[in-house]
Each structure stands twice: as C-alpha cells, then as structure tokens.
C-alpha cells in the first residue's frame, strides 16, 4: 500500500504558495484495517478528540443565503481551534464543502499572520487541522493526472493545475484545502457510502484504541505537544469497543444531500453513530427533518410512518425530479431508509441518534453547532455503572475543550452521581482562554485548588498558559527587563513573583513556593483551610499576571477575604498598568483595577447596611496573608481614593481621629464655641474638659477596648503602671469600691432616708412626717450632687452605674486623640511661623541690635574679645538659637517619620520626602553657620543671610498649607482644584506661551530700541517686559512721544557718519513706527487675548473635570494626614523632645531586657498582643455569603437590563411557533382534503358496484 501513496501538489493564481497533500488510491474491497493503520502511522495523523463526518451531495446541493455560510464557517472553525477534530467529506470543490474549505483557508491566514506576531517560544499552540476527502475517482477531475510516474523521492507526484479552465461536466475539482486524500476506484454511490461509513468506523476504532492506551500520538507523529489533547485516559483498552462513549466520539453531520445521503446517514444509525441534521439547509436534510419531527415522541409510530408514508413519495418526487423519472423500487428504498431510520432511533429508551438544529428558529444556529454535535454524541452514550466515572471525564473534557459550560451544567453535573474532577481538566480549564466558567462550575463542585497547586504546578501555568503575550511583554519585558523568549524557571516563582507583589502592593513573602507543595502533598503546615485560601491566592496572582480580568474575578468569588483581595487585586492592575506602553490596553487594565476597587466597596457597602460592627471589625483587622495590613491601609498603598470615600470608611476615619474622646455640641440656643478653641483650652488648662469633652465609660465596649489595648486603667490606678497589674485570662478585672451598682446605691440612700426619718420623728415631732420627708430628699440630691461632682472631678462621675476614666486617664486620652495633635501642633506651628517673622525681620547690620534683643549671649571665639568692633557681628541672639532648636525638632520629626515609612516599605512619595528633607537639612546647616554663629564666608553677606531668612519664611509657611489644611472639608477640596489647575494647567500654559514670550519680549525690544548695544541689562529688559506683560501694559507706555527724545530726532537732511538704525540720537529713546505698532499689537493680541482666555479655559474644564472626584481626592489625602497625626507624639516641638528622650530611655530598657531574656516574657504579658483577635470560620463564612449575594444582585441586575432584549426573543419564538403551527394545519387541511377526495372515490365506486351488477 506504501507503494501506491503519493502526494499532490496544487498549482493556482489564487493560491499563495504550493503545498504537497498526502493521498493514496484504493479499491472498494482494501481492507480497512491496513488502510487505517497506514493513514495512521504513515500520515502521522495525530489521534483526534472528535470525528465529524459531513454528509452532503456532490450533486445535490444548492447555494446558502450568506448569512447561513458565514455562520457555518464560523461554528467549524471554532470546532477546528477548540479540539483536535478529524472532519471528513466528499473531498470536492463544491457546495458544503466549498464553504468548509473557505473557512479553513481563512483560518490558515490567521494562523499565518499571529505566527508573525508571536513574542514567544511557547505561546499559544494551536490545534492541527485534519481535513480528509474521501471521494470516488469516477468525479475527479483531470483523473490521467494521477497515471504519473513516481517522482525524484521515489513517491508518486501529482500535480493538477486549478486555473487553467473549468471542470468538464460531471467532474468536479478536488477542494485544495484537505489535508488528506483517499480516492476510491472503480466505485458506485452506493459501494462509496459503504465504503466511507466502515473506513470511519475503522478509524474510530484505531484511534479509540490508541486512546485508550493513553498514548495521544500515533508512533510517528510530532513531537509537538498540545495541550488539548495530551490527557491521560484509562491505562486498559477496550479495542472490540465501537461505541462512542468508549473512544474517540463520531458524529456525522447532514446538510442538503440527496437519495445517497440518505442511505449514509441510515447506515449511520444502524451502526448507531449519532446524526445532526441541518433542517433549513435545504433538499435530504429537510425532508429527514420533517419525517423526523412527524413521528417524534409519537404513541404509535407504524401508524404514523404508514400515514406519512404518501408525503414522503410526493416530496421525494418534487426535491428530486430524476427519481419521478426513475423507477419506484428506487423511491420505495429510499423512504423505506428514512422510516427504518426513525424506527431505529426510537428502538432504544436511554439513547437517541437523531438530533435536529432547526435554522428557521431564532434560537437556533449554525456558528453553534458544536452544541448541536454535543447532544448528539451525549444522547447517544449509554451510561454503564462499569465504565460511568471515564464517561463522564471524557464528555467533561469534551465540553471543556469546546467551551460549553452550560451544557456541562445541565448535561454532567447536574446528574444523581457525584462528579469528582481531577487534576488535569482543572490545569486544563485554567492555562485555556475564555474557560472562566468552567473554573467557576468546577470550584462550585468543591475542588480543592491547594491539593493541585505546587509551586512546579504554578510554573507550568505560567510557561504553558495560552495567549502568553501580556504577560511576555508587560511583566517579563517592560517590568523586569527580560528578553522575549525568556524561559521562566524555579527562580521566578520563589523570588521574582514576591519582589514583583512588593513592586505593585508593598506586600512582602505573599507566595511560599514551598509551603505550596507541602499543601499540596498533604502535608500541612497550618490548617487545610488556610492551604486553600493560600492557593486561590497564588492563583489570583497568577491570573492578574496574566491578564486574565474575567478569571480573576472567578477566584475572587471563593476567597475568604473579598475586600481585602479585590483591594490587593486593585492595586496590582493599578501597579500594571504603569508597565504597560499600549495606551489602550493601559486604559484597559486601569478600568479593571477600577472595577475590582468598586467591587470591595460594594461588598463593604453591604457589610455596613447590614452590620456596621462587623464592617468596622473588618476594617481595624490586619491579615497575615497580606503582610498583616487593615484594608485601609492596602487601599491606601494601592491608592484607592474610591474605597476609603466610601461612607464606612470616612466614618472609621473619624473615629480614628477623634481617638477615644467626643467633643461636646452647644446646646440649642447657646453661644456655639468653636471646637478647636475646646479642645485647646481643655488640653492646656484641663477643667473646661469636664464640660465640653465626653469620654467613653470603662463598661462599655469602647473602654474594654482601650483597657485591653493598655493604654488606661481602672480608677485609682497610674496609666504607667498598667503594664504592671495585667492579670491573666481566669482571673476577673480589677474593681475599685467606687464601682458600685445602681441598685446598691438606691438601696443605701433608701435606708439612710428611712433611718433619718425615724430620727425626725423623735426629734421634731411637730412636723408632719410629709414634711420631713421632703426635707431630707432636699438634703440627700444636694449631697449626692457634691459627691457626684467630686467623683466627675478626681475619680470619673457615674452615668447610669458605669465608672469613668479617672482624671489621669482623661488627659492622658485627650492628649493622645489625633484631633487634639492636630489642633495642638498647629496651634504651636503658628506660634513657630510669628517666630520665624519675627526673626526674620529684625535687622542684621543695626548697631543697636543689643538694644532690640535684651538677651544675648557673647561669641565663642577670643577674636570677639579682641576686637570688639566685631562683637556684633560674632554674638549669638537666643532668639536664633531657639528658632534653630525648633526648626532642628520639627526636621527631626520629619526624618523619623520618613524612617518608619521606609520601614513599612510605603514609597509613594519616596522621593518628595527625601528632596524635603535635603532641603531642611540644608537649612539648617546654613541657618546654624550664618544666623546662629554669624559666620559670613566671603560669598555669603548679610542680605544673602536676608534672603535665607525670608525663603526659609516662605517655604514653612506654604508647608503650613499641605499639612493642616487638607482635614477641612472646605478648604480640602479646594486645595485639590487649586493644586491641579497649578500643577497642571498652569504649566501647561507656561509651555504654550513660553515661545510667544520669548519671541514678543525679543521683538518688541529690537523694534522699540534696535541701537542699544547688546547686554545683560538688554536681556533683563526684555525679560522684564515680556513676563510682567502677563500682568501689566508696560510695552503701551513706550508707545508714546517723549518731549526729551523729540529734541533728539536725528536730522534727515543731516550726513551719517556711522550706522544708525533708530530715529533718536539717544539709543535709550523708543523707536515708534508702523513695525512698533504691528510687533507690540500682535504681541499684546496674543498674549492678552488669546493666551489668557487660553488659561481661565483650562481652569474651568479642570474644575468641571475634577468635580467629581474632587472630593474623594481629599478624603483620600484626609486619611493620610489623620494617620499622620495618629502616629505622631502627644506632644509637638519645642517639647517634642521630652518625647524623644522618653522614648530613647525606653528603647535602652527594651535592650538591656532583650539582653537579660525578659523581652518575649514581657512581650506575652503584652495586653495588646494578648487581646488581638483574629478571623474566625463564621466571619469567613459570613463574608463568602456576601460575596455570593453580591454576585447574584449583580447579575439580577444584569439580567433586567437584558429583559427587553429577552422578551423580543421570546415574541419572535412565539411568532416562529405560530408559524410553524400554521404550516403544519396546513398540511392537515391539505391530508383531510386528499382523504376527503379517496373517500369520495371510495363512495363513488361502492356506489357504482351495485349499480353494475343490477343487469
């Protein structure tokens, strides 16, 4: 047989390049078994995952309307790119298969033009096409072509040329886009349709075989693997098996046809291989539709094939005009096939071959004919409990590889069996595109992503993935630097994916590579819960890396904690998209940060409208998996100014920054006091706190808090001491007798009152024993009201029978609170800046600058002793020195901010920090050497050491702006607007008017004055006069007739000795003309006009732009400044060292503790770390169940938008069901008319019997 094989070569003007196809010549009796194993082996045809064999005519077809071929081409090729299928026909260049080889010609183009495109080695891999022809010899056109000699190979060559003219009739060119060709000699129709329907089952069972033996490719095939079909099935064939569900499934596919057609797709179902017929594609496929929907779910189907029987006869007559003319043995066969066919499909109860995809439907088409192949190969299957467990992995990975979720839902997993999905079609489902439904159905089956996940299994997702390129060329190209076709190794995953998570989210030692593959052994290292949740988030990574938006929402959906990962999912698209040089997909990846941003605030949206506790829990908790950050602080890191606007946030923003104390509001009526002016007159002179500053109770769940956290303790016991009395988890709290009930206080006054009214009575019996009582309750509220006073004063006041903070306490909260920080460093920054002008304006040279500063103190070297002509200039002012130590604190507060933020790895105004504080260490310097100890080097002078001053006065003082002012609601969004329409539209104008400038200011100074000799007084002229043009009309006034230049005038008359370009013997005199006017006008024009016009333009589009999002700006900027000031010392500079020598005290204890080994035992004694909570299982359950609900409202939602397009679907179902309802009364009226007119007949002939027998 090897010796008859050949290849053809087809030669065209259309064609791009020539190709050599395998074929090979073969007679109706071959045996199939060599033809098989030799199209196998010798044609290296890899083992399919589907065969699907078309049945249409050579001769009976008929051309499509055009959307009916598009969706054609479009439902194949997407059977052809989803799994490796086999597709066979008639091999010919006509109809069906016409549109067939269209599609994949197209296809090939595609495939061509992204292989030009590809970045990396091992991107996408596509499947291979198989199209095999199987045709007869006596159709082929150009048929001596194939009498050839072999060629210089040795192999038989071929070729046919398909431009030269037309196929002579009855021949019909081979389609050149097959892959394969076996031409049959010496064939009728009917021995070819034999012929082909045992050859495809012989290679359905060949490759079942293979299959089964879990090899995928034949002996010789590629060494190229394919991910689609490289699955490892069950290890014991079955090779007597011809059943689908045992193999490789084959499915014939009916469109049009004729007599033969009919006879295939018969011999289809008695060899019960499933069967889609195409109705609305015309001729045979319409008729079986139409004996098939006649008989279909019918009580008595003899009788009804025996009813149907004459329309079958008439219609075959009418679509077929030669079998009217043919003889009626040929139409009885062949509407004897089609009623054998119906009896066979209805022979079995558990498995139908016949299924029908109805192109007159709206529901129906042709681009999704894969589903229709889908129930056909599952309507077929017949489930064994032997075999059940394969069965259903194989249809899985059916549906998998043609991305039919829904039919997966409805078809496997919705049966009575449990289905257990392996490893390999979820690694399957997630390195596929557009499977993200699938990863979701198969997570809602309970799949433990932990058990599947090593860090070997995460570096295979990432090498092998489909559609590499967005992470080839945004994460490894433009982020780490990496050439294309870089292989990634171990090295990634273990360092480069973390120092990548740090990169976009500060987030450090997210992935463990190691703990991944212990999980996935099963050996834990924590709780198996803790395994999964670790796993899903390396997979959230992996597919945020990927760029797949849609599959990370999918793993979103099963997280335990979804706002603090749609947070961090946020921030890393937001981290992307800085990487990403394609402004389109930047845009895109920005509105997927975006959305995964709004996605956490509306579950946090939920969580507050439903439990405001649970909300705030959620947002004070810190998480180890994210590097033990509060997802306030992920959203700040990530800089989602959208979650922390979010109401819920603000309000916990508030809290933090009241801290633990709430001032007090006026009283309607009242005058209303200012609340700055409250809390500082509380923290400085302490009493008014008693009246305008409420502080929480020790019993209520605010004061738990504060006592557990160490920061108060129960009255009459000293805050320094607390660290002292911590009592372990049995033992109660420590109560004070001040801590008593309410009822034990009514009781004792109860008794007093009963006991002084006894007393009264025998003192004074005089007096009614009502008097009396009123009396002694007067006496009882007033003395109550003293000792309340003084409890309220010294110890806390009772409220309701809970005991207050003690009077310690209480000023050691207000002074600790944020607001009161905030109120206080500003109030002494004011304080500093009046300093600062003070200083600023006192004279440096004055001689009686002693007289104006009473306090001096003398000079530090003995030249000052020496020459007291220079005492003045060497003396040191106190003044300077305590402004010196106060800038000193206030820059030493700067650096060891800027150090805990380097600290917690927040770099986001890295390099603002580090310019500021070179600056203020510069000042410093040059303030210490110049002011305090009046040392002028020779370039510095006293009004250098002015201009230091003053430049020191402006640059704190606008730093006054960016520090205090942001916590107003007033002037917060206002700063927000001021500082875009500065930053960014005033710059923008400087850089549009800047040529203009520079060309008017050039201009008009050469026109006005051309001989001035050229100098920096010229240049600073012209400087001067064209940038204060922005404000002044200065160029106006030198328009004008000096009388001093008039006298002047250079004679006309007079002789020039030298060059002269002006009109006035004095260069300093304007020159005024015609050029004057035009240069200043056009200068004035443009720069009056039109550039400032220009600018109030951009500050209203900059206004109306930022209207929106003014506001969440500054909520975002308001959090930044209250953590600021949360994390500052108590008290500001000056005194601020106090703090830092407390603190340095502190820090040599904790190291001479470390030292002794009493530094983890004081550590565990720690109230703080004692009373931390941490997540428990119900608030994992709790805030999957949100997330659940927050999906279903989503697509409840998405669904109401789609109801008006539902409800035009469904009328026009309506409509086609009327329709359908209408047709088919029609052929009933038109069958009561043709039984009317045989009864007639029936009639008339009884009638005429007795008629004729009566002679």
């Not at 990548?500 to 989210?505: A, C, G, K, R, S």
């Not at 050691?812 to 009161?820: I, M, R, S």
Request: hydrophobic share 40%; glycine share 6%.
């Amino acid at each position: 047989m090897e010796n008859l094989a050949g290849v053809i070569k087809f030669t065209a003007d259309n064609m791009a390049a020539e190709e050599e196809k395998p074929y090979i010549p073969v007679f109706c009796d071959v045996s199939l078994k060599t033809l098989a194993e030799f199209m196998l082996d010798r044609w290296k045809m890899k083992v399919p995952d589907v065969m699907i064999s078309i049945v249409t005519g050579v001769y009976h077809n008929k051309n499509w309307p055009e959307d009916y071929a598009i969706a054609f081409q479009a439902g194949l090729t997407k059977v052809i790119n989803t799994s490796h299928a086999w597709i066979l026909t008639h091999g010919f260049h006509t109809g069906v298969v016409k549109l067939l080889g269209e599609a994949v010609r197209d296809e090939l183009d595609r495939r061509t033009v992204r292989k030009t495109r590809t970045v990396r080695r091992y991107n996408k891999r596509v499947s291979q096409i198989t199209l095999v022809g199987i045709c007869t010899d006596s159709l082929v056109n150009e048929l001596e072509a194939f009498q050839g000699g072999e060629g210089s190979s040795g192999r038989r060559r071929v070729e046919l040329d398909l431009g030269v003219e037309k196929p002579a009739r009855q021949k019909f060119n081979l389609d050149v886009y097959h892959t394969h060709y076996v031409i049959v000699n010496g064939s009728t129709s009917k021995s070819l349709v034999t012929f082909r329907t045992d050859l495809e089952k012989e290679l359905q069972r060949f490759s079942s075989c293979r299959k089964n033996f879990g090899n995928g490719y034949t002996e010789n095939s590629s060494d190229e693997d394919d991910t689609h079909s490289a699955v490892p099935l069950r290890p014991t064939p079955d090779p007597s098996a011809s059943r689908s569900q045992m193999g490789v499934p084959l499915v014939a596919l009916m469109l049009q046809g004729g007599p033969y057609e009919i006879l295939q797709v018969w011999t289809y179902i008695k060899n019960r291989t499933p069967v889609v017929v195409v109705k609305g594609s015309g001729l045979a496929a319409d008729l079986f539709a139409y004996v098939y929907e006649e008989t279909n779910e019918s009580g008595d189907l003899e009788k009804d094939l025996a009813n149907i029987t004459p329309e079958i006869l008439k219609r075959l007559e009418t679509m077929f005009p030669k079998m009217k003319q043919g003889s009626d043995e040929d139409r009885q066969e062949c509407c004897q096939k089609l009623l054998d066919c119906m009896r066979l499909d209805s022979a079995q109860e558990d498995e139908h071959y016949i299924t029908i995809l109805d192109l007159t439907r709206a529901s129906s088409d042709l681009a999704d004919i894969d589903l229709y192949i889908l129930k056909a190969i599952f309507g077929s299957q017949k489930t064994r409990e032997v075999d059940w467990k394969e069965q259903i992995r194989r249809d899985l990975m059916l549906t998998l590889q043609w991305n039919r979720p829904d039919f997966a839902r409805e078809e496997i997993m919705n049966r009575s069996i449990k289905v257990k999905v392996d490893k390999d079609i979820f690694r399957l489902a997630l390195i596929m595109k557009n499977r993200e439904d699938f990863v979701d159905l198969i997570l809602h089956q309970g799949f433990k992503t932990h058990k599947f996940l090593s860090h070997r299994a995460l570096i295979d997702l990432f090498c092998h993935a489909e559609d590499t390129e967005f992470f080839a060329v945004n994460v490894l190209g433009n982020l780490m630097g990496y050439v294309p076709g870089t292989v990634i190794g171990e090295r990634f995953v273990l360092e480069d994916l973390n120092w990548i998570i740090v990169t976009f989210t500060r987030v450090e030692r997210f992935i463990n590579a190691y703990e991944l593959s212990t999980n996935s052994c099963g050996i834990y290292s924590t709780e198996p819960s803790v395994a999964e949740r670790k796993s899903l988030n390396a997979l959230i990574v992996w597919s945020t890396l990927m760029g797949r938006h849609e599959l990370t929402k999918v793993f979103w959906k099963y997280v335990e904690d979804p706002i603090t990962t749609a947070i961090f999912v946020s921030a890393m698209w937001n981290g992307l998209s800085r990487f990403c040089r394609e402004p389109e997909l930047e845009k895109d990846i920005r509105i997927w940060g975006r959305e995964f941003g709004v996605m956490g605030m509306d579950v946090l949206n939920m969580a507050y409208k439903e439990s405001i506790d649970r909300a705030f829990g959620l947002l004070d908790r810190e998480f180890p998996d994210f590097g033990r950050r509060t997802p306030v602080q992920l959203a700040y890191d990530a800089r989602n100014r959208w979650f922390l606007a979010h109401p819920c946030c603000q309000k916990w923003i508030n809290r933090l920054y009241m801290g633990h104390i709430q001032i007090a509001s006026a009283h309607p009526g009242s005058m209303r006091i200012p609340d700055f002016i409250k809390i500082l007159l509380s923290a400085f002179l302490i009493f008014p706190m008693y009246f305008w500053i409420h502080f929480p109770s020790l019993d209520s769940h605010h004061g738990r808090v504060i006592r557990r956290r160490g920061t108060v303790t129960t009255p009459g016991h000293s805050v320094l001491t607390v660290m002292k009395e911590v009592d372990s988890k049995d033992i109660p709290l420590r109560t004070t007798p001040s801590r008593v009930s309410r009822q034990d206080t009514m009781g004792s006054e109860a008794s007093l009152m009963g006991s002084s009214q006894n007393k009264s009575f025998i003192d004074d019996p005089g007096k009614t024993w009502l008097m009396q009582l009123q009396e002694d309750q007067q006496k009882s509220m007033k003395n109550e009201s003293r000792r309340r006073l003084v409890r309220r004063i010294f110890f806390g006041a009772m409220t309701g029978g809970q005991t207050q903070f003690s009077l310690v306490d209480r000023v050691y909260l207000l002074w600790t609170a944020p607001v009161t920080k905030f109120w206080t460093f500003q109030f002494f920054y004011w304080m500093y800046l009046l300093l600062f002008s003070y200083v600023t304006l006192l004279p440096v040279c004055s001689k009686d600058f002693k007289a104006l500063i009473p306090l001096r103190l003398r000079g530090i070297n003995s030249m000052n002793e020496t020459n007291p002509q220079n005492d003045e200039s060497g003396s040191i002012s106190s003044v300077d020195v305590i402004l010196w130590i106060w800038t000193a604190l206030i820059a030493s507060e700067i650096f060891f901010r800027n150090y805990q933020l380097i600290r917690a790895r927040q770099f986001s105004n890295f390099m603002t920090n580090i310019i500021e504080m070179g600056l203020m260490l510069g000042f410093l310097i040059a303030y210490f050497m110049v002011r305090v100890l009046s040392y002028q080097p020779n370039l510095v002078n006293a009004y250098n050491a002015r201009v230091l001053m003053s430049v020191g006065l402006i640059y704190f003082s606008y730093r006054l702006i960016g520090i205090f002012f942001p916590i107003s609601d007033t002037l917060g969004p206002m700063l927000v607007r001021i500082k875009y329409m500065i930053g960014v539209d005033f710059l923008n104008y400087l850089k549009m008017i800047l040529p203009f400038l520079l060309a008017g200011g050039i201009t008009v100074q050469a026109i006005l004055y051309p001989d001035r000799q050229l100098s920096w007084e010229v240049l600073r002229t012209a400087f001067h006069r064209s940038f204060f043009s922005l404000f002044l009309s200065q160029p106006i006034y030198e328009l004008a007739y000096l009388p001093e230049c008039e006298a002047n005038r250079w004679d006309p008359n007079e002789p020039k000795h030298y060059c002269r370009a002006g009109d006035y013997v004095n260069e300093n005199c304007a020159t005024i003309g015609f050029w004057s006017y035009i240069m200043v006008i056009q200068f004035m024009v443009i720069l009056k006009l039109v550039l400032a016009t220009l600018l109030f333009a951009l500050f209203t589009a900059t206004q109306l732009r930022i209207e929106s999002e003014a506001d969440s700006i500054w909520k975002f900027k308001r959090y930044s400044v209250v953590m600021e000031f949360a994390s500052r010392p108590a008290v500001p500079p000056p005194f601020s060292i106090i703090h830092y020598l407390v603190s340095g005290v502190k820090y040599v204890v904790r190291g001479i503790r470390r030292k002794c080994g009493r530094g983890e035992e004081h550590r565990k004694m720690d109230p703080r770390v004692r009373g931390r909570r941490s997540f428990r299982h119900d608030d994992f359950h709790y805030w999957k169940g949100l997330v659940r609900e927050y999906l279903r409202q989503r697509e409840k939602t998405k669904r109401e938008e789609l109801a008006a397009h539902r409800t035009l679907d469904k009328l026009v179902q309506i409509h086609e069901s009327l329709n359908f309802q209408t047709t088919g009364l029609r052929h009933l009226k038109q069958r009561m008319g043709d039984l009317e007119a045989i009864v007639g007949k029936l009639s008339a002939s009884v009638a005429a019997r007795p008629a004729a027998a009566a002679p």
